[in-house]
């Protein structure tokens, strides 16, 4: 299993990104997709999870109708994109998957900062 985060950086607060994340040595189509963030000096907490068709997803509250999850099952890949960023949105983002235990990323920075 690996999967390959891109699309961080630096942003201004109200601006916008969309990260991707390559999937790849599993069936990508038949597993749920989570994406994750860690702050500095903070636990990793999940952000947002999307099914295995990219009909059901699910927020983070924090996130709820800022950030939206989606899927390509052609291209097994997953997207997070983020408007309306806050500097609270600041930490790397990581994408995940549960096979047969949990697969995470390298990670992908998002700086949100004026």
């Known amino acids: 299993v690996q999967l390959v985060e891109s699309g961080g950086g630096l942003v201004q607060p109200g601006g916008s990104l969309r990260l991707s994340c390559a999937a790849s040595?599993?069936?990508?189509?038949?597993?749920?997709m989570y994406w994750y963030r860690q702050a500095p000096g903070k636990e990793r907490d999940l952000v947002a999870v999307?099914?295995?068709?990219?009909?059901?997803?699910n927020y983070v509250a924090s996130v709820k109708g800022r950030f939206t999850i989606s899927r390509d099952n052609a291209q097994n890949t997953v997207y997070l994109q983020m408007n309306s960023l806050k500097p609270e949105d600041t930490a790397v983002y990581y994408c995940?998957?549960?096979?047969?235990?949990?697969?995470w990323g390298q990670g992908t920075q998002v700086t949100v900062s004026s």
């Open positions: 040595g599993f069936t990508f189509s038949n597993y749920v």
């Open positions: 995940c998957v549960f096979t047969d235990r949990y697969y």
């Open positions: 999307i099914t295995t068709d990219g009909r059901g997803t």
